[in-house]
């Protein structure tokens, strides 16, 4: 499989490089803004301690939401199943940054990765230490997973998102408003800026994403069944609105981040990182998620 | 009229006082929770000068919400119709505190009565200055407009508003996430907990209500034009999600508080207060709404 | 007052048929579609008895929701508050078709102008009789009232609503899955289209809408109490989601068609019909509208 | 692993009729609600041509919803890609029959599991034909799918659902007044009716739901590519709006319908039918989701 491998991932890596369409940078912080579009990583991490790449795999990127799962891996190791009364499992079917169901569902996010899900598994991890605690365990598990210790948080970035963050800041008080917040709002978005902040290459993150594989030869830092539960969360919610779509298009977990990062797992095989600046009208990687799709059917990859 | 007035004023007193329903007293910030539930005051200021109250009228309370009426008329004066850019007329068919159509419609609350609405109007009165700058503005035109400097604000009460006020802090970070906050959330808050604060007595209330009456011997703070507008927007907006109902079983134009009072408009003939602490399930005064809708029954009072 | 009024008429007709910009006429059946957009007509009739009329006030045109309020009334008449545990009093703030909130509130409808409250209220006449006989207390009850027995229902347009109608009849299957229909949707619905089509000139349509001045000489066909409370629910639901904005502009209780005939009231003193069939983008006579508020602000004429 | 499964499916099938809770029975129609609830059976056809079956596995019983899954197969074959226009592949989070997303997306389904999303699949394979003609194309795929000409459609329940199915017709016009209906809403839902109310064991269930399994030795139905998107639509919204739920718990592409079947797919291995007529709050069947997880866990079945 390796020498396959490597090569579609040179293929693909060559036939984006000559997109003529790499999609629009998020912009609504300066740092985020100031990226060039003209870039594409892809790293594959196999079951079987492999580590394959093509493009810019050594260029670091700000991984946003797919901070997510690493924050949710750790809030289900502190509170297990205890997590489940405070936000949901279920598609929102509504953008990430929406608040319309958080009111109707009584400030029960709808599950762990929009935004508002995402904060109160933050104020579960934070646990009413002091933000840098909460931060050092999330880098530590992070750095574990991925068996690397070169990997930081970009604190530039998280000012800037706690400047223009007022969308964030209303989720903050408005879960504080139903009692769904354990710790002051300012400490938890000071907390959730900063791990969503954290840079990473393509490389790293594929290993840093092994742990989600279930089963082979790397740091196992959560149980097969959690695994699978996260893989589920995934699939089913890790793209927002648009979950659906991948589910249908690309058949494998995956998260995505406003940075331009997404990754995908193979159950029981790999674990997936790509990454290219430029979105698609989704709010998700539009190189990246041609990459992803192009990636699964190439090495039939499919939990369906 | 005097002579009918008194006495009916006089019957609906009583009769309040013999309730045994009171309703049940705003309990969301300690302050409010410990007013006395069995009070009950009335008041009527007449377009030709005259006063007449029963009950405890000279017991003061928080006006909460009735201060929006104040803080739009000063807001249509700094911004005149500019001001319809940032807030509609339109009744908003949910709750006060309802965030789902500021986020269908981009962050324009849908009047100026709901919190959003009202957050922005004290914005605009704000207007680049320092909160006490506003609020003293805010005080001048209530009490010229009751002819009474002994108006104040409840220090107290506005801090710990700001303390349990998660849910309007979100509207502010969530107008401003959409460019709808001119000034700083925190410093539009602020003012807003504060002019929120104002206690007065149901004379002070019929006093300074008398501007809306549009003809007659006392202040004028608005034209004409402007009166008939503030009535049309009470009229169809000045209960949340009751309003229809407040205009079909009283005929008025009015305001609510959820500190239990109500003031009423009878163009061109009067201004009427009420006061009772305990609120209904919709969070209007209980006995103020009987009280409100016998008045109008009794006096054949009805823009209709 | 009469020469004023003649005069005012004349010159707001003038204007207005110099008007360039008619709106756009209904177009979603043909009978409406085919309506010539240049015309407008207005009529005054007042308490006194006296008749005011300027433009193509010999014209019939298609009533359609104007037919809601008469319907209302008759509704009320034969089952009194009863009326209200089927359907709301509450401004809906949403479009006429809209179908959200009759999810959300478990099929009562916000209010009985809305489509899906006026089929309540279609539902409520029909009591159980075929169609014709509630058609014939319909029309009986305009006429009376307009003291005019030339009003009749356009057949033609009754059937081509039934045949584009699929809005309406998934609310009144909605409304039956709630159980909230008494008859078959197929009748209530047949009845509903068949009352919309009632034609009349701005005349008649002024004549027919005197019974809501509340005192004057003219048929009284209900009595005042439930007059101000019609007249109340005109001004906070008349318009649908313009209803805040008309009350803001005009001041005085109305209920517009999609025909592009309104009908207003000023308590106490005169009923007014005017008719132009284009459209503005709410969907209500655009220059109706206009004339409307000219004619208030000229005559004085506000509720507030 | 046929020793173990059947061991398994026996213990399963011991426990569940050993429950003393076996969920509510739907009533919405009388056919329906007069199944004994105390049943249970469970049926598992593998890959390689096993069948494993325990319980009341050769009662026969209203498949419901599940129908919705050979619906789309067949639309999907009519329209390719281009059914797409018509629905969409997002889940909805709401439940099975609420409108509001359809309005707000104007008249285009979340998706093909939804009621309006079948109804649009439904219309799809009308196709201007007569309803008997689509049905019976219906019941041949059916029955080729389970080598079994022995299926059959209760009529009784199809009229039955008629009678009662406002909510349905609802949804019917609601999509014919966006124009998203190509057949009379009446033929649509006489036809969606009739494939509801098709009938089958368990036994013939788990063999019709083999195509699904993507790989092994049955007819196939459909291409591996749509297999695999049928099974990502059946995981991401097979459970209306506990779809989230059911792929944390099971982990597999599944379908549930009112009647208290489920039909499950182990991509690659099996496919699974359970059956118990109770349902949980959610309206799935409550020992056949229990029965499923149970299964998959000892089985060691997931695709994550």
């Known amino acids: 499989m390796a020498a396959k491998l490597q090569r579609v991932l040179d293929e693909i890596s ?50 946003q939401s797919i901070t997510k799962v690493f924050t949710l891996a750790i809030a289900l190791g502190r509170a297990g199943d205890q997590l489940w009364h405070r936000v949901g499992r279920e598609p929102s079917g509504t953008a990430f940054n929406s608040i319309v169901q958080l009111e109707h569902e009584q400030g029960r996010p709808r599950n762990p990765f929009v935004n508002a899900g995402a904060i109160v598994t933050t104020d579960e991890v934070l646990a009413g230490r002091e933000p840098r605690e909460a931060l050092a365990e999330f880098l530590g598990f992070v750095r574990a997973a991925a068996e690397d210790d070169d990997i930081h948080i970009n604190a530039d970035v998280a000012r800037s998102e706690t400047a223009h963050g007022h969308r964030n800041a209303a989720h903050a008080h408005f879960l504080a408003s139903f009692g769904n917040l354990k710790n002051p709002p300012e400490k938890v978005l000071g907390t959730y800026f900063h791990h969503c902040a954290t840079e990473m290459t393509t490389q790293q993150l594929a290993k840093a994403g092994r742990f989600l594989i279930g089963t082979g030869s790397y740091p196992r830092m959560v149980s097969l069944d959690r695994v699978r539960r996260l893989n589920a969360l995934m699939l089913t919610c890790g793209h927002y609105d648009g979950s659906g779509e991948f589910a249908y298009r690309v058949g494998l977990p995956a998260k995505s ?16 990182a790509v990454w290219s600046p430029g979105l698609n009208r989704n709010g998700n990687s539009k190189l990246g998620t041609e990459a992803m799709e192009q990636l699964a059917r190439e090495m039939d990859w499919s939990v369906f």
């Open 14 to 63: 060559q036939q984006m490089r000559a997109s003529t369409d790499w999609g629009e940078v998020a912009s609504y912080i300066p740092e985020l803004g100031e990226v060039r579009p003209d870039q594409f990583a892809i790293s594959v991490a196999t079951a079987d301690g492999g580590l394959f790449s093509a493009g810019d795999f050594q260029t670091r990127f700000s991984a």
């Open 257 to 272: 981040g406003v940075g331009g990062g997404i990754l995908g797992v193979v159950p029981g095989q790999a674990s997936i």
